[in-house]
Each structure stands twice: as C-alpha cells, then as structure tokens.
C-alpha cells in the first residue's frame, strides 16, 4: 500500500489515537522564538528544534485540565513561491512524566499550510484564517481548488439569494416580477460543479452561509496519473438546520479539464 493510500486512510477516517487537528484558531496561542513569555515546554522545544513557532491549543473535548489536555503543533517559516505562501507544520506530543515531560515531534507525515499571496504573506493565525492544511497538495492545485471552490460558493450563494428573494416578491408583491439582481447570477458553468453536489451543498448549508464556510484541510487522495483527486474539508457556523457542521467536499481534475466539485457530504 502506498504511503499516499495510508495517508488518504489516516485523514478522512475518525479521529482515533494520535494527535489531533487543530481546534479553531481563536482556541489557541502561537509562540514565537521571540516570544517574551511562553510555557517551559515550549522553551525547552525551541532549544533543539528548528522550529519557528509552536502553537499550542486546549483540548476542551477531552474534559479534563493541565497538560494532558493540550495539544501543541511545531510550525517552520513562512516563504512564498509564487502565488502561494505557505509553512511546515507537525504535530508534538508529551512524553515523559514530571520534571522529566518533554515535548517531541508526533510521528507523522508533515503538513504544508498554504494561503494564496497577496501584496505579501498574510501572518499565520491571523484574524483571516488565510493558511489551510493540505496533504500531498502542489501550489498549481491549491490555487486552482481555491479558485474553484470560490466560484462554486459565490455561485450558490447567488441562487440563494434570487430564491428567496423571489419568494418574498411572490408573497409582497402583486406583480411576481423577477429579483433585479437576478441578472448578476455567476454562471453555473463558472463553478464546475455537477448538479448532484450541487444540490447537496444547498440543501445542508443555510441561505446566507456558503460565503462564510472555513476551508480547514485539502488532501490528495488516491486516483490515477491522467485523474488527479482531492478532499477539501470545511467548516460552517450554521447549516440548514442551524447547527455547526463539518463538511467534506470531493474534487476531481482530468488531465486538460477545468477542476471539478463531484460530491459533497457530511463528516459528522
């Protein structure tokens, strides 16, 4: 079996033994090497790694406090390749006990977050929430997935809208005339999104919501040379029945074919 197929089983299975992802980035604290203040652990990591930063997240679903309920990730520096800025990241688990706990490096394969550049590297952890985990994931691919998904999101957010803006002008108004800006709908060819997924996304997500959908994770998963597959990850505040949900979001690219959404499903 081949170390992407292990990686592709690792990630889009439940979360088991090991380190867990990160929890949303307003849950946890980044330190740098220049950090005035930052736990021992921390320190002690910093003293024989070369990391730049590490970011160290409470685990509130493990209901317990202290150390055993914290997660800690080592981060390398940011650099831009074109387009795309984007840092290393692993994960770090505790080892030993007492005086004696030390902070190693969690045995796994390494992350690569990206974000797309603008007029330079956002900062990571920032307000945005630019930079994504991916896995396996090239700088030509994160950018066409990125732009794919913000197609098929402004796409579906605008038939939202004309929806129910048509329903409001069928109920309050005599004269059923169309929503003014049905006329600036993205063209459904623009997204690449076949219907099925389509209709998925639309019927678990709110009106109103798809826009503020959080790209949390893409991984490479197992397809062939001429067919290159994906799985994006996703997080929204409220779906259709008013609750946080998880997402997962299938992509395929063909060889001299646009990036195309193929399926959508839940990973509660």
């Not at 380190?19 to 005035?36: K, T, V």
């Not at 160290?56 to 493990?62: G, I, R, T, W």
Request: proline share 6%.
């Amino acid at each position: 079996m081949s170390a992407s197929v292990v990686l592709s089983m690792l990630l889009l299975a439940p979360a088991g033994s090991g380190a867990p992802p990160p929890p949303p980035a307003s849950a946890c604290q980044s330190f740098g090497r220049d950090a005035q203040t930052m736990p021992l652990l921390v320190r002690e990591w910093f003293a024989h790694s070369t990391d730049e930063r590490v970011l160290v997240c409470p685990q509130s679903a493990a209901g317990t406090q202290g150390t055993e309920a914290t997660a800690y990730f080592g981060e390398g520096a940011v650099k831009q390749h074109g387009g795309v800025c984007s840092y290393l990241s692993h994960g770090l688990t505790l080892t030993g006990s007492g005086a004696a706990t030390r902070l190693q490096r969690y045995e796994r394969s390494e992350a690569l977050d990206m974000a797309l550049a603008g007029t330079g590297c956002p900062a990571p952890h920032g307000d945005a929430g630019a930079y994504v985990e991916t896995f396996d994931v090239s700088s030509d691919a994160f950018i066409g997935i990125m732009q794919l998904w913000s197609a098929a999101t402004a796409t579906i957010a605008a038939r939202q809208e004309h929806c129910c803006a048509m329903g409001a002008d069928a109920h309050g108004s005599a004269s059923g005339a169309a929503h003014p800006g049905a006329a600036a709908q993205p063209r459904a060819a623009e997204s690449r999104i076949t219907p099925e997924a389509r209709a998925r996304l639309e019927a678990e997500i709110g009106p109103g919501h798809i826009g503020a959908a959080s790209v949390t994770r893409i991984v490479r998963i197992p397809g062939s040379v001429l067919r290159h597959r994906y799985a994006l990850f996703l997080t929204v505040l409220e779906d259709s029945r008013g609750s946080p949900a998880d997402y997962v979001v299938y992509i395929d690219k063909s060889v001299r074919r646009p990036y195309e959404i193929t399926d959508f499903a839940e990973t509660n």
